[in-house]
């Protein structure tokens, strides 16, 4: 199982990007996906998340601006960000929860990480 996310980048203060991340591999099916982000000293936190049930939490930091949605049935996710602030920047991970075919259980899964990066 992978998970890989794009669309990370530089961007000016007030700006917008959207990330994505699809995951790949034996899954049977997913129970979440989200992002969460790691800045330089501090440690990971939530930024949204969002289940198969349409149940969506966002980091009261980012409510109002950022937006989560998916496609579960391509194992998408996406985090839209807009008016950006240089507290934003961050590596951004994937997360999901999902149940493998090989071992028939759930697991919990990382990507890699994508930068953002806020300038003013």
């Known amino acids: 199982v992978q998970l890989v996310e794009s669309g990370g980048g530089l961007v000016q203060s007030g700006g917008s990007l959207r990330l994505s991340c699809l995951a790949s591999g034996n899954i049977f099916s997913l129970k979440f996906m989200g992002w969460y982000r790691q800045a330089p000293g501090n440690q990971r936190e939530l930024v949204a998340r969002?289940?198969?049930?349409?149940?969506?939490n966002y980091a009261d930091s980012v409510k109002g601006r950022f937006a989560i949605s998916s496609d579960f049935a391509e194992k998408m996710v996406y985090l839209q960000m807009n008016s950006l602030k240089p507290e934003d920047t961050a590596v951004y991970y994937c997360n999901a929860l999902l149940f493998e075919r090989t071992n028939l259980a759930f697991s919990e899964y990382w990507g890699q990480g994508t930068q953002v990066t806020v300038f003013s």
């Open positions: 969002i289940t198969t049930e349409g149940n969506i």
